[in-house]
């Protein structure tokens, strides 16, 4: 049996969180197996050293969930690897129930097809429901349609492997579904079962697929989401997140917290680790916040761990912001690449038709890294899938500008209408040229004037030197120096602009490149700043690096956007790049560096000024808010931080918050500031200082 007993007990940092009226934990399909040894014989090439560490897996997140103490805890189905009939069932169940209890855990349960059988379609790979299967569940667990009420929320759990299927049960549980939700129309509702409606689109095929509702039971489940306006549905089953909507209900479809399904990775242009079943980045759960004006889900990577580290001192996991819950943040992601890609999928086993696959890691990394803008091309708005996904994007919170080229042929005022309601500003490119013409400042007036539309102004001059590059790059966006240029040609033509996009040069530092827009002269035409910051190469310690100066930048610009590019690898280039994910949609070590200052800085304070550099190397940047004063410390490759930078940080007698970035960790030091100092002495990737100025 295994133990972790000597592993240190995980603990959150969720400090920077508001305030919430009910948290929960909602995981699925941890799988327990038995034997991996067995299992992995008979189950084709399955390799037995992934399947030996599932349980293991399934093991630290369950303790990582405990660790949370929420209110409750949700598993959506799917305890074992063996399915009834198996003859290592029984005993798979039981190893998998006195896994919950050791870790701490007594969840509310949903049934999946692991546990009491598959849904009632003649293609799937094992047999339906049965009555003595379903029997047993409810011997075991109680009903698996059952609801309560939980600090004003209604919690539904249903059973989605009886549905339209031939026993009595599917409609009993019907009929009290229906009956449930009308006793309590007008009630905030949630929505818990293993099998998704849907996966990319509510009409797909039902029969002959694994990972979906058939109908009628889909379209009659579907109408009761709407008809009561249910705010959240979770599902398992899929191993693999995903995210719709239907009108006013969201749909979440949770990842498991041990293994990745083969099929969904049609949708990716590389080859994923074991075939698509070990991809240990995507593993983990959700921790749920209820709010008022809404719910956050907050995804809890687990990443595979089967024995991590024990924790040094106070070390703790920081629990950051989604973009719903980040009204303060400038941070925004260029796509370069859409921010949804859907392929048609492959036959494969166990599914028996051919259907779409979707990816959206993307978007779904966009709210965990608490972005609140996105920049797309005016072209997504002509294509029915970005232009759906993105309207998703702002009702989760993020703001969307689209980018035209300007040219005498664009009707930008006409083109605009037609979008009015999709668009949060627009961003004109002007190719060649620094100084708009006037005709292209006319139509800008009328789309800010008529139709209410913010715009941000930027040249693209195509033809500008790069060092270490033999032909000539577009260069888009103003250099500080141009500004009162610009400035004087914008009040010759009566026109104000919102926003300027600024260029930070990819060999230039965002800190010094940044500030130098500070320093220009007022300019009275000119509202905001708008910054592209480039992640150049494949150098990931040196881009966290530059994505965390990046962002601390951001902090001295009230009102301004910081946007990173680019949000996806660029690997089909002149000019290869990594991104804050990677080809697989998996976060590289810049993503959580932003994902966890966007969360510290902006949480609460709006307004920084610049600290003097604590090291002639500046490895050392500061800024003071009101209430804080922060230093980023950024190690370069293969060399400490200068001591004499750490002077009037540590000995001071405040505690010091120390934020290991990529890590996505915090740890408080008061008592003893020559343990932090000895720690900051040895760094190794971007760090984050924290003290309050008046504790």
Same mark, same amino acid.
């Given at each position: 049996?295994?133990?972790?007993?000597?592993?240190?007990?995980?603990?959150?940092?969720?400090?920077?969180?508001?305030?919430?009226?009910?948290?929960?934990?909602?995981?699925?399909?941890?799988?327990?197996?038995?034997?991996?040894?067995?299992?992995?014989?008979?189950?084709?090439?399955?390799?037995?050293?992934?399947?030996?560490?599932?349980?293991?897996?399934?093991?630290?997140?369950?303790?990582?969930?405990?660790?949370?103490?929420?209110?409750?805890?949700?598993?959506?189905?799917?305890?074992?690897?063996?399915?009834?009939?198996?003859?290592?069932?029984?005993?798979?169940?039981?190893?998998?129930?006195?896994?919950?209890?050791?870790?701490?855990?007594?969840?509310?349960?949903?049934?999946?097809?692991?546990?009491?059988?598959?849904?009632?379609?003649?293609?799937?790979?094992?047999?339906?429901?049965?009555?003595?299967?379903?029997?047993?569940?409810?011997?075991?667990?109680?009903?698996?349609?059952?609801?309560?009420?939980?600090?004003?929320?209604? =919690?539904?759990? @249903?059973?989605?492997?009886?549905?339209?299927?031939?026993?009595?049960? /599917? !409609?009993? %549980?019907? +009929?009290? $579904?229906?009956?449930?939700?009308?006793?309590?129309?007008?009630?905030?509702?949630?929505?818990?079962?293993?099998?998704?409606?849907?996966?990319?689109?509510?009409?797909?095929?039902?029969?002959?697929?694994?990972?979906?509702?058939?109908?009628?039971?889909?379209?009659?489940?579907?109408?009761?989401?709407?008809?009561?306006?249910?705010?959240?549905?979770?599902?398992?089953?899929?191993?693999?997140?995903?995210?719709?909507?239907?009108?006013?209900?969201?749909?979440?479809?949770?990842?498991?917290?041990?293994?990745?399904?083969?099929?969904?990775?049609?949708?990716?242009?590389?080859?994923?680790?074991?075939?698509?079943?070990?991809?240990?980045?995507?593993?983990?759960?959700?921790?749920?916040?209820?709010?008022?004006?809404?719910? =956050?889900?907050? @995804?809890?990577?687990?990443?595979?761990?089967?024995?991590?580290?024990? /924790? !040094?001192? %106070?070390? +703790?996991? $920081?629990?950051?912001?989604?973009?719903?819950?980040?009204?303060?943040?400038?941070?925004?992601?260029?796509?370069?690449?859409?921010?949804?890609?859907?392929?048609?999928?492959?036959?494969?086993?166990?599914?028996?038709?051919?259907?779409?696959?979707?990816?959206?890691?993307?978007?779904?990394?966009?709210?965990?890294?608490?972005?609140?803008?996105?920049?797309?091309?005016?072209?997504?708005?002509?294509?029915?899938?970005?232009?759906?996904?993105?309207?998703?994007?702002?009702?989760?919170?993020?703001?969307?500008?689209?980018?035209?080229?300007?040219?005498?042929?664009?009707?930008?005022?006409?083109?605009?209408?037609?979008?009015?309601?999709?668009?949060?500003?627009?961003?004109?490119?002007?190719?060649?040229?620094?100084?708009?013409?006037?005709?292209?400042?006319?139509?800008?007036?009328?789309?800010?004037?008529?139709?209410?539309?913010?715009?941000?102004?930027?040249?693209?001059?195509?033809?500008?030197?790069?060092?270490?590059?033999?032909?000539?790059?577009?260069?888009?966006?103003?250099?500080?120096?141009?500004?009162?240029?610009?400035?004087?040609?914008?009040?010759?033509?009566?026109?104000?602009?919102?926003?300027?996009?600024?260029?930070?040069?990819?060999?230039?530092?965002?800190?010094?490149?940044?500030?130098?827009?500070?320093?220009?002269?007022?300019?009275?035409?000119?509202?905001?700043?708008?910054?592209?910051?480039?992640?150049?190469?494949?150098?990931?310690?040196?881009?966290?690096?530059?994505?965390?100066?990046?962002?601390?930048?951001?902090?001295?610009?009230?009102?301004?956007?910081?946007?990173?590019?680019?949000?996806?690898?660029?690997?089909?280039?002149?000019?290869?790049?990594?991104?804050?994910?990677?080809?697989?949609?998996?976060?590289?070590?810049?993503?959580?560096?932003?994902?966890?200052?966007?969360?510290?800085?902006?949480?609460?304070?709006?307004?920084?000024?610049?600290?003097?550099?604590?090291?002639?190397?500046?490895?050392?940047?500061?800024?003071?808010?009101?209430?804080?004063?922060?230093?980023?410390?950024?190690?370069?490759?293969?060399?400490?931080?200068?001591?004499?930078?750490?002077?009037?940080?540590?000995?001071?007698?405040?505690?010091?918050?120390?934020?290991?970035?990529?890590?996505?960790?915090?740890?408080?030091?008061?008592?003893?500031?020559?343990?932090?100092?000895?720690?900051?002495?040895?760094?190794?990737?971007?760090?984050?200082?924290?003290?309050?100025?008046?504790?």
């Amino acid at each position: 049996m295994l133990s972790m007993a000597s592993s240190a007990t995980p603990v959150f940092d969720r400090s920077f969180l508001l305030d919430a009226q009910l948290e929960f934990v909602v995981l699925g399909d941890t799988h327990f197996i038995h034997d991996p040894e067995v299992y992995a014989a008979g189950n084709d090439s399955q390799d037995p050293r992934l399947t030996r560490m599932w349980p293991a897996r399934a093991e630290w997140a369950l303790r990582l969930a405990a660790a949370l103490e929420t209110s409750f805890v949700v598993h959506l189905g799917d305890l074992a690897q063996d399915y009834p009939g198996k003859p290592s069932f029984v005993k798979a169940r039981q190893a998998a129930r006195q896994q919950l209890r050791r870790c701490g855990l007594q969840p509310y349960h949903v049934p999946g097809n692991m546990d009491i059988g598959d849904k009632p379609d003649p293609t799937m790979p094992a047999e339906w429901v049965t009555p003595s299967s379903l029997a047993e569940w409810h011997d075991q667990f109680g009903r698996s349609w059952y609801s309560f009420d939980r600090q004003g929320i209604h =919690c539904v759990f @249903l059973n989605s492997q009886i549905m339209n299927g031939p026993l009595p049960e /599917a !409609e009993e %549980q019907k +009929r009290w $579904l229906e009956s449930d939700l009308d006793e309590h129309t007008g009630q905030r509702v949630f929505t818990f079962l293993h099998m998704p409606p849907f996966f990319a689109g509510e009409h797909e095929p039902g029969l002959g697929y694994y990972d979906n509702l058939d109908e009628p039971a889909r379209g009659w489940l579907l109408g009761l989401l709407r008809k009561h306006k249910v705010e959240l549905l979770f599902s398992g089953h899929m191993h693999f997140a995903a995210f719709n909507r239907v009108d006013d209900t969201r749909l979440l479809s949770v990842p498991s917290t041990t293994t990745t399904r083969p099929g969904f990775y049609e949708v990716f242009s590389i080859l994923p680790p074991d075939q698509g079943k070990n991809d240990l980045a995507k593993l983990g759960f959700y921790l749920v916040r209820v709010h008022k004006d809404g719910a =956050c889900a907050h @995804l809890v990577r687990t990443g595979g761990e089967t024995e991590p580290a024990p /924790a !040094e001192g %106070q070390t +703790r996991r $920081l629990v950051t912001r989604i973009s719903r819950d980040l009204p303060n943040s400038p941070i925004g992601v260029y796509l370069r690449l859409p921010l949804t890609q859907a392929v048609d999928g492959v036959i494969a086993w166990p599914d028996s038709v051919r259907d779409q696959v979707r990816n959206d890691y993307p978007f779904l990394a966009c709210m965990e890294l608490g972005a609140r803008h996105l920049r797309a091309p005016a072209s997504d708005l002509e294509n029915g899938l970005q232009r759906q996904r993105l309207a998703m994007a702002r009702d989760e919170g993020l703001q969307v500008s689209f980018v035209w080229l300007w040219s005498d042929r664009l009707r930008l005022t006409e083109v605009v209408s037609r979008y009015r309601d999709q668009i949060d500003a627009i961003e004109v490119q002007l190719p060649g040229t620094l100084w708009p013409e006037e005709n292209c400042l006319r139509q800008i007036m009328r789309c800010r004037d008529q139709l209410d539309i913010p715009v941000t102004l930027a040249p693209l001059l195509a033809l500008e030197r790069s060092p270490g590059k033999y032909h000539p790059r577009a260069r888009v966006g103003y250099r500080a120096t141009e500004l009162a240029e610009l400035n004087q040609h914008l009040l010759q033509h009566d026109t104000h602009i919102d926003r300027v996009l600024c260029h930070v040069d990819s060999h230039v530092r965002p800190w010094e490149a940044m500030q130098e827009f500070i320093r220009r002269d007022a300019l009275s035409q000119i509202g905001h700043f708008d910054f592209v910051v480039q992640l150049p190469g494949l150098d990931e310690d040196a881009q966290a690096n530059r994505a965390a100066e990046a962002v601390l930048a951001a902090a001295l610009h009230s009102g301004c956007r910081l946007f990173l590019d680019p949000l996806v690898d660029l690997d089909r280039t002149g000019d290869i790049n990594h991104g804050l994910l990677d080809r697989l949609s998996n976060p590289r070590p810049a993503f959580h560096t932003v994902r966890c200052m966007n969360t510290v800085l902006f949480a609460s304070e709006k307004e920084f000024q610049p600290m003097a550099d604590k090291s002639p190397e500046t490895q050392m940047l500061g800024v003071e808010g009101r209430m804080r004063r922060l230093w980023l410390l950024l190690p370069d490759a293969g060399e400490t931080i200068n001591s004499t930078a750490l002077d009037g940080v540590t000995g001071t007698g405040r505690e010091t918050l120390c934020f290991d970035l990529v890590a996505g960790t915090s740890a408080a030091f008061r008592e003893n500031q020559e343990e932090l100092r000895q720690r900051l002495s040895s760094l190794r990737s971007p760090t984050l200082l924290m003290q309050e100025t008046n504790p």
